[in-house]
């Protein structure tokens, strides 16, 4: 099984995954020619694995952050709604402030940064599935190589 694919199982799509560990047996597979030429891999093994790489990034702290304090940080979906429910119970009982991930900040400063923190997460979802369906739609390995997977993010979140 490819490298890349071995540390980051589970990201693409599990008919894809058995298709990319499929094409990229075949690859290896392929014989020389008589040159010693290893064969160019099949376009649709360089597009899996460039939404393998756009996956991979989506998923790091490249995408996956926001400063707060000087102390970059994330919250992940689930823990975005445990907040979010944590959040709704202090103002419940009038509590004043919330300590998150070791920062103290007043409940409706927390309340505000969680929802800039859901848009951010939401716009960087919409641009990987923008830049997944791109790539499905290029047309040569020379097109795929040279596709940007890091343009049209959104900025990073500063508290």
Same mark, same amino acid.
């Given at each position: 099984?490819d490298?890349?694919?071995?540390?980051?199982? $589970?990201?693409?799509?599990?008919?894809?995954?058995?298709?990319?560990?499929?094409? %990229?047996?075949? *690859?290896? /597979? &392929?014989? +020389? @020619?008589?040159?010693?030429?290893?064969?160019e891999?099949?376009?649709?093994?360089?597009?899996?694995?460039?939404?393998?790489?756009?996956?991979?990034?989506?998923?790091?702290?490249?995408?996956?952050?926001?400063?707060? $304090?000087?102390?970059?940080?994330?919250?992940?979906?689930?823990?975005?709604?445990? %907040?979010?429910? *944590?959040? /709704? &119970?202090? +103002? @419940?009982?009038?509590?004043?402030?919330?300590?998150?991930?070791?920062?103290?900040?007043?409940?409706?400063?927390?309340?505000?940064?969680?929802?800039?923190?859901?848009?951010?997460?939401?716009?960087?979802?919409?641009?990987?599935?923008?830049?997944?369906?791109?790539?499905?739609e290029?047309?040569?390995?020379?097109?795929?190589?040279?596709?940007?997977?890091?343009?049209?993010?959104?900025?990073k979140?500063?508290?």
């Open positions: 099984m490298l890349l694919l071995s540390r980051h199982k $589970g990201l693409l799509e599990p008919a894809e995954e058995i298709e990319y560990v499929n094409l %990229l047996a075949e *690859a290896r /597979e &392929a014989p +020389e @020619d008589e040159e010693g030429n290893v064969p891999i099949p376009l649709r093994l360089a597009v899996l694995n460039k939404k393998l790489e756009l996956l991979v990034r989506d998923s790091s702290d490249e995408v996956n952050g926001f400063t707060i $304090g000087g102390q970059t940080l994330w919250i992940n979906k689930y823990d975005r709604a445990n %907040l979010r429910n *944590a959040i /709704e &119970a202090l +103002e @419940d009982v009038a509590e004043e402030t919330v300590k998150f991930k070791g920062v103290t900040i007043p409940v409706s400063s927390a309340k505000a940064m969680l929802a800039m923190i859901e848009v951010y997460a939401a716009k960087c979802a919409e641009k990987t599935a923008d830049h997944a369906a791109a790539i499905e290029l047309c040569s390995i020379a097109d795929v190589n040279r596709y940007d997977i890091t343009v049209g993010y959104p900025e979140l500063e508290f």
